[in-house]
């Protein structure tokens, strides 16, 4: 399988590191769904993280990919929306991960797969049921992380 992780631009505040790269000496962070869905996807699989705060969107890097797993908080809304609307004319399918869709997950109905609340519950889940043919259009875990095993 070919994957790509896609982080949408953010808006101008410390999420985009706008002010802290200066300092920081980083131009961006891939966000913690993106490590946490990469650290669980499959080691054969081929992945490939976009952020697009420091990227610029092109086809080829889509054409390729059976899933896009897009992560999103809620000042990219605008800008997940572009990108959704980008990616109308790709055939992989779309998985959703990050706070922006837990929140309001039935205003994306071009999104194929919901991965809602605590990823490192939910996404095995999902995949899973992905290897047994039976996936679901929304995992949603109801307990929370254990952080105690950080």
């Not at 920081?24 to 081929?46: N, Q, R, Y």
């Not at 572009?82 to 869709?101: P, R």
Request: proline fraction near 3%; charge should be negative; hydrophobic fraction near 40%.
């Amino acid at each position: 399988m070919n994957v790509i992780m896609l982080y949408p631009k953010c808006s101008d505040t410390y999420y985009r590191f706008n002010i802290s790269s200066r300092f920081l000496l980083k131009k961006t962070d891939t966000p913690i769904e993106i490590k946490k869905v990469s650290a669980l996807l499959p080691h054969w699989w081929t992945k490939k993280i976009i952020d697009l705060n420091i990227n610029k969107i092109k086809d080829i890097d889509f054409e390729w990919a059976d899933y896009i797993i897009l992560s999103g908080i809620s000042n990219q809304k605008d800008n997940v929306d572009v990108v959704l609307k980008y990616l109308e004319k790709f055939s992989a399918k779309i998985i959703a991960v990050g706070s922006l869709f837990a929140q309001n997950y039935t205003s994306y109905p071009q999104i194929d797969y919901f991965i809602l609340n605590e990823t490192d519950i939910t996404f095995p889940l999902f995949l899973d049921d992905l290897f047994k043919g039976n996936v679901q259009h929304i995992y949603q875990a109801s307990e929370h992380s254990d952080l105690s095993i950080v």
